[in-house]
């Protein structure tokens, strides 16, 4: 049962835009939501997460937005640059176990010049 | 501060053979969690440890295992190797289970 889906499977778009991703979750019992980006041949890297007492949260050109009630959030990207090329992945976890994560399948973005 | 390390980079076995993959978590980290990548995947959580003990598991077989040391550094064992175990094997570490973790590049296990 794949608790946490993931949209859309790639992406591409021009430097400068605004790539969007998108999450829904199902189990209502998880309330921190990180995003995680991954380079080839990497591990993931934490890029900025969210709980579920605030709609919206920005860290630099990353902008989480978080719709409680439709169990969605998405991830945007501001200015995009051909170096934010890589996999997306969404996540979510219960509270207290942080740790313990249920990733959505990626995102491939690929930002052209 | 040291990151998370993971040991070997790559490894290729053959069906129905055992494998051990190795961790070192980031200083200061006692809490260990691994999680499985296949091609094209997000990351499944495989189990968790916690100062020694596991602290939770996801919904894997018996033939993976874990062990965490006294220095909190960590292996994954999988016993008997099928084709499905060919996979990146991630490490990731965390101050407690309740805190955001830090991933390690992986291990890629190939079975032929």
């Known amino acids: 049962q794949q608790q946490v889906k993931q949209s859309p499977q790639s992406l591409i778009v021009q430097k400068g835009g605004i790539p969007i991703i998108n999450c829904a979750y199902e189990?209502?019992?998880?309330?921190?939501f990180p995003w995680y980006q991954q380079f080839p041949g990497k591990g993931p890297a934490l890029l900025i997460a969210?709980?579920?007492?605030?709609s919206e949260k920005k860290e630099g050109r990353f902008t989480i937005s978080f719709n409680k009630s439709a169990k969605q959030f998405s991830l945007h990207i501001m200015d995009s640059q051909p170096g934010d090329s890589a996999t997306y992945f969404c996540?979510?976890?219960?509270?207290?176990?942080?740790?313990?994560?249920?990733f959505g399948t990626g995102t491939r973005l690929q930002v052209t010049l | 501060e040291t990151g998370v390390t993971q040991s070997p980079t790559h490894l290729i076995k053959t069906r129905g053979q055992q494998v051990t993959l190795r961790c070192s978590s980031q200083?200061?980290?006692?809490?260990v969690s691994w999680y499985q990548q296949a091609l094209g995947q997000g990351p499944q959580f495989i189990f968790q440890?916690?100062?020694?003990?596991?602290?939770g598991r996801g919904n894997f077989p018996p033939r993976f295992s874990g062990l965490q040391f006294p220095n909190y550094s960590s292996e994954l064992n999988v016993n008997a190797l099928e084709l499905d175990d060919s996979a990146l094997y991630l490490c990731?570490?965390?101050?407690?289970?309740?805190?955001?973790?830090?991933f390690g590049p992986g291990t890629r296990l190939t079975v032929l």
């Open positions: 990731a570490s965390s101050f407690t289970s309740a805190d955001t973790q830090y």
């Open positions: 189990n209502t019992a998880f309330d921190y």
């Open positions: 969210i709980r579920p007492d605030v």
């Open positions: 996540a979510a976890s219960r509270s207290g176990t942080a740790s313990k994560l249920t």
């Open positions: 200083s200061g980290h006692n809490t």
């Open positions: 440890y916690y100062r020694e003990e596991e602290n």
